[in-house]
Each structure stands twice: as structure tokens, then as C-alpha cells.
Antibody
Framework: EVQLVESGGGLVQTGGSLRLSCAAS????????MIWVRQTPGKGLECISY??????VYADSVRGRFTSSRDNGKNSLFLQMNGLRDEDTAVYYC????????????WGQGTLVTVSS | DIVMTQTPLSSPVTLGQPASISCKSS???????????LSWLQQRPGQPPRLLIY???NRFSGVPDRFSGSGAGTDFTLKISRVEAEDVGVYYC?????????FGQGTKLEIK
């Protein structure tokens, strides 16, 4: 069974940093690109990063502040978030991409990040 | 970025009746390989999104056959043949034909 479990969310001050993790199980993690998607009441769902074995792409809203990485040996995905702003407050999900099929067939439960001054 | 626009944003439906949601993209979702990566997600209250339909019309594993998808190019539709109580939630269309992946605003399905 495919499982994705996010962790690392919490309350952080404006300008601060946070590192999110996504632990994957039930599939060969290294074979699949992954995405980070965040959800806010105001902006809905936003794909902020795509990471495969060769490519990393960021949304304009986070480029230069957020860094995606993965450790295939530990079946884990990471999102380093620096320079956090109030508008980064959201639930952050990781999801699996199946190339040639779909951009998000399994999703984690999400982790809440709250940025406040 | 490709903009995804859904209508309606809210859909009150009577149990047992059909429901339909439209999704339009700002440009064609036909990929250079000929496939169209348009999917539909369901998000029940308090839950993460769940994949229902991929590549326009393919039901994901475990999805009831009352859900169906159709369309081509820039115009797509999700239909529920007979709405059940468990279908309450928000439905999103999403495209993976071009990075960054983008989502519609969501359509809230509620029971009358």
C-alpha cells in the first residue's frame, strides 16, 4: 500500500525557517517524481515544487526561498522553507507523480504551517 | 502558467440526482506525446485530496462507476450519475500536461 506521511509543520515567525519531510512507503520511491502542493483558504491548491531524479521546478511564489530535495536511500522527500511570509501559511501536502499517467495519484495527510509575526 | 476555471463553484444536489462540473483550461492540455493529463480530485471535509479520474476519463482504483469524466483540448466535465451522501466535498480539476501543475478553484458539492 502506497503511503505518504508529512511532518515538520508548526508555528513559525515571519522570516523564519522550517523543514518539512515526507516519508514514503509501499513503492519504489526512486522511480517516481514527487510534488509539494499547498492549500490555503484564499488561494486553493498550489503546486509549489516538482522534483524528479533530474529536474526540480518551483512556483514563482516560492522560488529562491524554498528548496526541495530527496533522499532515495531513505525514501524521503524534503522541503526547506526559508524567509517565510504570512502568505505561506497553508497545509502542505506531498504527492506522487506517475510519469505518463497522472500528476498526483497518492497524497499524504498534510502538515500545517502557520507563519505569524 | 495554465489557468484552470471551474463552474459552478457551488452545486446543491438532491440525493440520487446527477451532478456535473465543468473545467476549462486557458490553453490546450494535449501534451506533445498526444496524451491529455487532466485529472479530477475529490476532497472530503477534513481529508486530503483523493484522485478520482486521470487522463480525462480513466477512473482511479476503487472509484465508483457513478463518476465519469469526458472532454478534450480545453473543455472537460466530471459527471456523477447519482449523487450519494458520501460524495459531499470539494472537487478540483488539475492539469499535469505542463509544469507547474495547476488546479481549478474547486466546486463545492452539497446536498439540498
Amino acid at each position: 500500500e502506497v503511503q505518504l506521511v508529512e511532518s515538520g509543520g508548526g508555528l513559525v515567525q515571519t522570516g523564519g525557517s522550517l523543514r518539512l519531510s515526507c516519508a514514503a512507503s509501499g513503492f519504489t520511491f526512486s522511480n517516481y517524481p514527487m510534488i509539494w502542493v499547498r492549500q490555503t483558504p484564499g488561494k486553493g491548491l498550489e503546486c509549489i515544487s516538482y522534483i524528479s531524479s533530474t529536474t526540480i521546478v518551483y512556483a514563482d511564489s516560492v522560488r529562491g526561498r524554498f528548496t526541495s530535495s530527496r533522499d532515495n536511500g531513505k525514501n524521503s522527500l524534503f522541503l526547506q522553507m526559508n524567509g517565510l511570509r504570512d502568505e505561506d501559511t497553508a497545509v502542505y501536502y506531498c504527492a506522487r507523480v506517475v510519469p505518463g499517467v497522472v500528476g498526483g495519484d497518492h497524497w499524504g495527510q498534510g502538515t500545517l504551517v502557520t507563519v505569524s509575526s | 502558467d495554465i489557468v484552470m476555471t471551474q463552474t459552478p463553484l457551488s452545486s446543491p444536489v438532491t440525493l440520487g440526482q446527477p451532478a456535473s462540473i465543468s473545467c476549462k483550461s486557458s490553453q490546450s492540455l494535449v501534451h506533445s506525446n498526444g496524451d491529455t493529463y487532466l485529472s479530477w480530485l475529490q476532497q472530503r471535509p477534513g481529508q486530503p485530496p483523493r484522485l478520482l479520474i486521470y487522463k480525462i476519463s480513466n477512473r482511479f482504483s476503487g472509484v465508483p462507476d457513478r463518476f465519469s469524466g469526458s472532454g478534450a483540448g480545453t473543455d472537460f466535465t466530471l459527471k456523477i450519475s447519482r449523487v450519494e451522501a458520501e460524495d459531499v466535498g470539494v472537487y478540483y480539476c488539475t492539469q499535469a500536461s505542463q509544469l507547474p501543475y495547476t488546479f481549478g478553484q474547486g466546486t463545492k458539492l452539497e446536498i439540498k
